[in-house]
């Protein structure tokens, strides 16, 4: 399960529209399919609206398959922020958690953000039931969440643009460095009509833990996991910027792989002042 949800983790950081978006609000809906040992164990799909000065990013992420069957599970996410053309840059407002499923806790997580980084963090149940020591203030100072670094992460006039920054992210539990590496464009031949071929930029994203992570799992299993995760990123006529087409990863079972099912860019009601809270968890009704 941590394999796949580092995938999700990567697409959250690689999944998002440009800040180069103007007039009325616009929405990017990606879909991706994630396979492990050949199959499909869970579906991600995304919907961007960049809308002036503003955007918001939801993801839910669902078991398919055989895990669907054996591992039930729902996760969505949500974050609001603001948007700075002039700089390139973006601020997350709220960032926003939610999981139910029959492994693990049910779960809920709202960031609250002010300018210098989170500046509120409410858990349910709280991160210290599962014996991790909060992350000190000083460690979150500059930090966003993953899916506004996704919308940075990918901003460039061209191909040699994509993949040249480094973010300090904090999830609303794990404090985290991810450094982006443009290894230049590749040729990808996919085994499947579905799946994307054609030249992509690679990127390689590399991670480094900072603090709150499972101290349980740091001793034990932290070293059975890469650091290291492979994007490539595609351009398409009818979407403004490019996009991940594939993510992979190599772990102790095999290739973890997530591949882009489908895609669209549509006109949208325009964002409100305020950012929109989730409802609590309750897997029968977080979709899919």
Request: net charge neutral; hydrophobic share 40%; glycine share 8%.
């Given at each position: 399960?941590?394999?796949i949800?580092?995938?999700?983790a990567?697409?959250?950081?690689?999944?998002?529209?440009?800040?180069?978006?103007?007039?009325?609000?616009?929405?990017?809906?990606?879909?991706?399919?994630v396979?492990l040992g050949?199959?499909?164990?869970?579906?991600?799909?995304?919907?961007?609206?960049?809308?002036?000065g503003?955007?918001?990013?939801?993801?839910?992420?669902?078991?398919v398959?055989?895990?669907?069957t054996?591992?039930?599970a729902?996760?969505?996410s949500?974050?609001?922020?603001?948007?700075?053309?002039?700089?390139?840059g973006?601020?997350?407002?709220?960032?926003?958690?939610?999981?139910?499923?029959?492994v693990?806790?049910?779960?809920?997580?709202?960031?609250f953000?002010?300018?210098?980084g989170?500046?509120e963090?409410?858990a349910?149940?709280?991160?210290?039931?599962?014996?991790?020591?909060?992350v000190?203030?000083?460690?979150l100072l500059?930090?966003?969440d993953?899916?506004?670094?996704?919308i940075?992460?990918?901003e460039g006039?061209?191909?040699?643009?994509?993949?040249?920054?480094?973010?300090k992210?904090?999830d609303?539990r794990?404090?985290?460095?991810?450094?982006?590496?443009?290894?230049?464009?590749?040729?990808?031949?996919?085994?499947?009509k579905?799946f994307f071929s054609g030249?992509?930029?690679?990127c390689?994203i590399?991670?480094?833990r900072?603090k709150?992570f499972?101290?349980?799992?740091?001793r034990?299993d932290a070293?059975?996991?890469?650091?290291?995760?492979?994007?490539?990123?595609a351009r398409?006529?009818?979407?403004?910027?490019?996009?991940?087409?594939?993510?992979?990863?190599t772990t102790?079972?095999?290739?973890?792989?997530?591949?882009?099912v489908?895609?669209?860019?549509a006109?949208?009601?325009?964002l409100?002042?305020?950012?929109?809270?989730?409802?609590?968890?309750?897997?029968?009704?977080?979709?899919?």
């Open positions: 399960m941590r394999v949800r580092r995938l999700v990567t697409l959250a950081l690689a999944g998002a529209p440009s800040l180069a978006l103007a007039g009325g609000a616009e929405r990017v809906d990606l879909s991706y399919r396979f050949g199959l499909p164990v869970v579906q991600v799909d995304t919907s961007t609206t960049i809308d002036a503003r955007y918001r990013m939801d993801s839910l992420t669902r078991t398959g055989l895990w669907e054996l591992f039930k729902r996760m969505q949500r974050v609001d922020g603001a948007l700075d053309t002039a700089t390139a973006a601020r997350p407002n709220l960032y926003q958690v939610r999981y139910d499923g029959r693990g806790k049910r779960r809920s997580i709202n960031v953000f002010d300018h210098d989170p500046s963090i409410v349910a149940p709280p991160n210290a039931e599962d014996g991790r020591r909060p000190e203030p000083e460690f500059g930090a966003m993953p899916a506004t670094a996704a940075l992460a990918a006039g061209n191909e040699a643009d994509i993949c040249r920054r480094d973010f992210i904090f609303g794990r404090r985290y460095d991810v450094a982006f590496e443009n290894k230049g464009v590749e040729t990808i031949q996919a085994d499947h579905d030249e992509a930029v690679h390689v590399r991670y480094r900072i709150g499972d101290p349980d799992w740091e034990t070293k059975k996991y890469p650091n290291e995760v492979s994007v490539w990123f398409f006529p009818d979407l403004p910027r490019a996009i991940p087409v594939k993510v992979q990863v102790e079972y095999g290739i973890a792989m997530a591949q882009l489908a895609r669209g860019l006109p949208t009601d325009s409100s002042d305020a950012a929109a809270l989730l409802p609590p968890p309750d897997m029968d009704r977080m979709g899919g």
